[in-house]
């Protein structure tokens, strides 16, 4: 069973870093995408960034984080990375690790909706915010 573990989460001041681990335990079959969604209070969960694990060279990123935050993987530790620079208030919420076929990512991202039983593991979610 898949199994996915986050960290890295806190609190940072206006133009900040901070950088999200997410780790994975089990095995997956085929191609497949491991990567962020973030939900903020009152608001949807919606797509951050994510990349194919399998070649790295497939990645997305929002228009609101696109040049500011840059997604990674090292299949050794079985660990995606999110490096999260220039933070922003508005990038406060709590960020969800997500796996899945990368059908299911280009799929939800094409139609902007959000199905989150397609996904095969989900991570229990680290808060980010970003304050002075």
């Known amino acids: 069973q898949l199994q996915l573990v986050e960290s890295g989460g806190g609190l940072v001041q206006p133009g900040g870093s901070l950088r999200l681990s997410c780790t994975a335990s089990?095995?997956?079959?085929?191609?497949?995408?491991q990567g962020w969604f973030r939900q903020a209070p009152g608001k949807e969960r919606e797509a951050v960034s994510w990349?194919?694990?399998?070649?790295?060279?497939?990645?997305y990123y929002s228009d609101s984080v696109k040049g500011r935050f840059t997604i990674s993987n090292d299949n050794a530790k079985k660990t995606v990375y999110l490096q999260m620079n220039s933070l922003k208030p508005e990038d406060t919420a709590i960020y969800y690790c997500a796996t899945g076929p990368l059908a299911t990512w280009v799929h939800t991202i094409t139609f902007g909706r959000l199905d989150i039983d397609v996904f095969d593991a989900w991570g229990q979610g680290t808060p980010v915010t970003v304050s002075s």
């Open positions: 089990g095995t997956t079959s085929g191609d497949y995408g």
């Open positions: 990349i194919s694990v399998n070649d790295d060279e497939t990645t």
